[in-house]
C-alpha cells in the first residue's frame, strides 16, 4: 500500500509516499481502508523536528492521527465491527496517512452517514482539543468570552461550541473569515494594531473567559483584559502558560476521546457544528497540503483524499 513516510527531520521536501506492506489485524485490531486522512499543525512540527524533545520521530516515520474510511479486516475477539462498515479512526500511531491503517478495535467510531467524509477525518485532533478548551473554561450563557484564532482548525470547533453555551462569543480572526463567523452568530474582531481597545469597547463590562488557538501574546492580552488566570486557556503558548500560571490543557486532557469523537460526529452530522474545508488534496500531494496547513491562515481544515468512499 502507498503511506506517508519520512525518514529524517526537516521541511515538507522529506515526506515521500512510499510502497509499504499492508498491515493484518491482530486479535483485537482492525484494518481502515482509508477514505480521508486529516492534516494538523502538529504533525509539522513532529516532521520538522521542532517538537522533537515532547514528540521525537522514530525513522522512518509515518504521519496523521485523523482518519475515516471503511473497515477493511476485523481481526480475532473483535465484537460489534463489520467488514464494509464505514468509521471514524482515532489514531495515537501516526499511520492515519496511507492507504489502510491499523488500529485497535476501540479506537473507531461508526461514521453517520449523514456525517461528509472530510469532516470525518477532522474531529479526533481539533475536534477533541476544541472540547478540552471548552470544558477547562466553561463558557456560560450571560458571560463574554474571546478565541483567538477563531476560524481556524481548532477555532472554528472551538467557536461554534462555544456559540452552543449561550455565552457571547469575541472571535478574534483575519477580515476574510468575518462574514463566516458572524454566520455562526460569533461577533467578529479583527487582529492585529489596536486589538486590544477593540475588544475593550466590544465588551466594556470585561471578558470573562480567554480561548487561545494561536499563540503569540495572546495570553499577556487576556491577563491584562482581566481575565482569571484559570480561565485563560491556550493550547499552543506553553511558555507563557508557564511563566504567568495560566491553563494549556491540549488534546490529551480529555478523558474519553472515543466518547467526545461520537459526540462531534452527531454535531456535524446533523448540522449543528459545521466544519469547513478550506483544502483538499490527493494522498500523492501531502508535501502541497502540508505548505497550505503551515500557512497557519484560513477557514478551517485541510484534509487528504486517500480512496473513493
Ligand atoms: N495542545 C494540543 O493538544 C493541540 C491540539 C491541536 C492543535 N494544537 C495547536 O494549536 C494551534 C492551532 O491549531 P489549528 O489546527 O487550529 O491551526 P490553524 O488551522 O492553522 O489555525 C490558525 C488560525 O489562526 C489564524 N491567525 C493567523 N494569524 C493570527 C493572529 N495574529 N491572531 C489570531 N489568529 C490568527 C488563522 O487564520 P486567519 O488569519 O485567516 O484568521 C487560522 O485560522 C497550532 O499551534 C497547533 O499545533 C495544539
Known amino acids: 500500500?502507498?503511506?506517508?513516510?519520512?525518514?529524517?527531520?526537516?521541511?515538507?521536501?522529506?515526506?515521500?509516499i512510499e510502497d509499504v506492506p499492508a498491515p493484518e489485524p491482530g486479535p483485537g485490531e482492525v484494518v481502515v481502508r482509508v477514505v480521508t486522512a486529516g492534516t494538523n499543525p502538529g504533525e509539522a512540527s513532529i516532521r520538522s523536528g521542532a517538537g522533537k524533545d515532547r514528540f521525537p520521530a522514530r525513522f522512518p516515520e509515518g504521519q496523521g492521527s485523523d482518519l475515516a474510511g471503511v473497515l477493511s479486516a476485523v481481526g480475532e475477539g473483535v465484537t460489534g465491527l463489520a467488514v464494509g462498515q464505514p468509521v471514524v479512526g482515532?489514531?495515537?500511531?501516526?499511520?492515519?496517512?496511507?492507504?489502510?491503517?491499523?488500529?485497535?478495535?476501540?479506537?473507531?467510531v461508526p461514521k453517520p452517514e449523514s456525517l461528509d467524509w472530510a469532516a470525518a477525518a477532522t474531529l479526533y485532533v481539533a475536534g477533541t482539543t476544541a472540547l478540552v478548551m471548552i470544558d477547562?473554561?466553561?463558557?456560560?450563557?450571560?458571560?463574554?468570552?474571546?478565541?483567538?484564532?477563531?476560524?481556524?482548525?481548532?477555532?472554528?470547533?472551538?467557536t461554534q461550541l462555544a456559540i452552543?453555551?449561550?455565552?457571547?462569543?469575541?472571535?478574534?480572526?483575519?477580515?476574510a473569515n468575518h462574514e463566516r463567523l458572524r454566520a455562526w452568530g460569533a461577533e467578529p474582531i479583527a487582529y492585529g494594531d489596536g486589538l486590544e481597545q477593540r475588544l475593550r469597547d466590544?465588551?466594556?463590562?470585561?471578558?470573562?473567559?480567554?480561548?487561545?488557538?494561536?499563540?503569540?501574546?495572546?495570553?499577556?492580552?487576556?491577563?491584562?483584559?482581566g481575565v482569571p488566570?484559570?480561565?485563560v486557556e491556550t493550547i499552543t503558548d506553553f511558555a507563557a502558560a508557564g511563566r504567568l500560571g495560566t491553563v494549556a490543557k491540549g488534546m490529551a486532557a480529555l478523558g474519553d476521546p472515543v466518547a467526545g469523537v461520537t459526540e462531534l460526529a452527531h454535531l456535524v452530522a446533523d448540522g449543528v457544528?459545521?466544519?469547513?474545508?478550506?483544502?483538499?488534496?490527493?494522498?500523492?500531494?501531502?508535501?502541497?497540503?502540508?505548505?497550505?496547513v503551515e500557512s497557519r491562515s484560513g477557514l478551517g481544515k485541510i484534509v487528504l483524499d486517500v480512496s473513493a468512499p
Open 164 to 175: 452552543q453555551t449561550g455565552a457571547r462569543v469575541l472571535a478574534v480572526a483575519g477580515e
Open 273 to 292: 457544528i459545521e466544519v469547513p474545508i478550506k483544502g483538499r488534496f490527493p494522498l500523492d500531494q501531502v508535501q502541497e497540503a502540508y505548505r497550505a
Open 90 to 108: 482515532l489514531s495515537d500511531g501516526r499511520n492515519a496517512q496511507a492507504e489502510y491503517a491499523l488500529l485497535p478495535a476501540d479506537r473507531v
Open 202 to 225: 466590544v465588551a466594556p463590562d470585561g471578558i470573562q473567559a480567554f480561548l487561545d488557538t494561536y499563540g503569540g501574546g495572546y495570553v499577556e492580552l487576556a491577563l491584562r483584559l
Open 1 to 16: 500500500m502507498k503511506a506517508v513516510r519520512f525518514e529524517e527531520y526537516g521541511d515538507v521536501g522529506v515526506l515521500r
Open 229 to 231: 488566570k484559570d480561565r
Open 136 to 158: 477547562v473554561t466553561h463558557p456560560q450563557s450571560g458571560e463574554t468570552v474571546a478565541i483567538s484564532g477563531a476560524a481556524g482548525g481548532v477555532g472554528a470547533f472551538v
